[in-house]
């Protein structure tokens, strides 16, 4: 079954399919392909990956990235595939490079998996697989967990970065907070600054009110849990800039530059 949808995707090449591992009783939403060293390495890059990091991969094959991650950077890893033959290939090469101490390889669908303790996913899927897993990854990652993707975009979600490697492409997304709604707040300069936002991933649009003036809100960067605000009276007096931290959908904390 998905030989077909295989066939018509051509960032995967044919000549390295591995069919050995098909099983008739397992349906893969993806086949197994694994991801060249040079691009893990970017990727693992890209994600700045290091030993504070807790790093799923999500249809992890015969467990190279997280292997890799755990060998070169002290990183612990949770692998999900649903072939128990790639879970099996995993945990000897785990043995092999001495990291199974830091590698757990679960045999699992990976939309049945809990992966909020992750802070990077790592992904080589289908776009239509990524576009599904969106939603689960938006609701259990904390905002600031990194998100990369061998080959595959993540739809309407536009990726914060994108490297073009020698015959790949791979993209990176920051989990953003959910920052939409009312806020008001207190300056230092004692007036009330209220904002109304709207969202659609990191890309924040809305109103300011200073003092309960209509006033200008010239920009809204949003990064993980961080929300840069550059807001004025209007376009011509000097901007008022506060950096707001959320979590939980919650202002934890509000700093004025
Ligand atoms: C393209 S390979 C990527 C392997 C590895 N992540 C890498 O980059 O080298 C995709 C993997 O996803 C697994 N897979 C496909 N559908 C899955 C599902 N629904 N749940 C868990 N694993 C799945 C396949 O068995 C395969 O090993």
């Known amino acids: 079954m998905f030989r077909e949808e295989f066939n018509n995707i051509d960032s995967f090449s044919t000549d390295i399919l591995d069919d050995y591992s098909q099983q008739s009783s397992i349906v893969l939403d993806v086949p197994f392909v694994p991801t060249d060293e040079h691009v893990v390495e970017a990727m693992l890059n890209l ?28 990183t612990r890893g949770v692998g999900v595939d649903l072939d128990p033959l790639r879970i099996a290939d995993a945990m000897e090469s785990a043995a092999w490079s001495h990291v199974e101490y830091l590698v757990d390889f679960i045999e699992d669908d990976i939309f049945n998996v809990d992966f909020s303790e992750a802070t990077v996913v790592f992904l080589y899927l289908f776009q239509s697989v990524n576009v599904q897993l969106r939603p689960y990854i938006l609701s259990q990652l904390r905002p600031g967990s990194r998100v990369v993707s061998h080959a595959f975009d993540m739809g309407d979600w536009k990726a914060d970065d994108c490297l073009k490697l020698s015959g790949a492409t791979i993209y990176k997304w ?4 959910q920052v939409a709604g009312v806020w008001e707040w207190a300056g230092p300069d004692g007036k009330l600054y209220r904002v109304e936002l709207k969202q659609k991933y990191q890309r924040i649009t ?9 006033a200008h809100l010239k920009s809204a960067k949003l990064c993980g849990g961080r929300l840069d605000l550059e807001l004025g009276e209007d376009t011509i007096t000097p901007l008022n800039r506060f950096t707001l931290n959320f979590s939980d959908k919650k202002i934890r904390s509000i700093i004025a530059k």
């Not at 994600?47 to 002290?74: E, H, K, M, N």
């Open 47 to 74: 994600a700045d990956v290091g030993p504070q990091d807790v790093l799923y991969d999500l249809g992890s094959g015969d467990g190279r990235v997280l292997i890799t991650a755990a060998r070169d950077r002290d």
């Open 206 to 214: 809305g109103s300011a009110w200073l003092d309960g003036k209509k």
């Open 174 to 177: 920051i989990v953003p907070a």
